[in-house]
T-cell receptor, first 112, second 115 residues
């Protein structure tokens, strides 16, 4: 069983839709949670960063962490064609504890 | 100013050749990484260096040898290239040796094609 599971999709939605991307994980020691966005032929870039449980909002993006269920989500409101990319979740236990563990990424296409 | 820069961006080479990929970061980060991304977008860690010391060495063929001359540079040398080495290789850096402090900053990748 992988430490982090993420549905690879692809996920196709019409412009303006609300998108929900999810990851589940098995290690209860994870405390730091991130979402990366990767456009085609580019490197991943940090989109959202969350420590422990709760929600964080940044513009059209909301990240949620439910540590009791070992489940994290990224919501995109009013999705735009420019949101078309691969979204990777990532997590780690804490500073200087090893490495980020990545999900396998969900490919999202937002159609005009 | 590019934060993490990799060269070359594209590399096409024949089986059996030896090649190197270079990486430099100007963020003042202490830790640098090499990741391999396969065709299904899965990122797999290969190596990690913290202040020039190797701290992560995943199960990677010993044809792959990283070198960190200083904490701003991490290079990857690959001997006797094989078809299965074709992938995108990403360099990344982070403030701490796990990415807990605001994650990694990635380079733009080196697309390696072995023919």
């Amino acid at each position: 069983q992988k430490e982090v599971e993420q549905d690879p999709g692809p996920l196709s939605v019409p412009e303006g839709a609300i998108v929900s991307l999810n990851c589940t994980y098995s290690n209860s020691a994870f405390q730091y949670f991130m979402w990366y966005r990767q456009y085609s032929r580019k490197g991943p870039e940090l989109l959202m960063y969350t420590y422990s449980s709760g929600n964080k909002e940044d513009g059209r993006f909301t990240a949620q962490v439910d540590k009791s269920s070992k489940y994290i989500s990224l919501f995109i409101r009013d999705s735009q064609p420019s949101d078309s990319a691969t979204y990777l979740c990532a997590m780690t236990k804490g500073p200087n504890t090893g490495k980020l563990i990545f999900g396998q990424g969900t490919t999202l296409q937002v159609k005009p | 100013d590019t934060a993490v820069s990799q060269t070359p961006k594209y590399l096409v080479t024949q089986m059996g050749n030896d090649k190197s990929i270079k990486c430099e970061q100007n963020l003042g980060h202490d830790t640098m990484y090499w990741y391999k991304q396969d065709s299904k977008k899965f990122l797999k860690i290969m190596f990690s260096y913290n202040n020039k010391e190797l701290i992560i060495n995943e199960t990677v063929p010993n044809r792959f040898s990283p070198k960190s001359p200083d904490k701003a540079h991490l290079n990857l040398h690959i001997n006797s290239l094989e078809l299965g080495d074709s992938a995108v290789y990403f360099c990344a850096s982070s403030q701490d040796a796990s990415g807990a402090n605001y994650g990694y900053t990635f380079g733009s990748g080196t697309r390696l094609t072995v023919v």
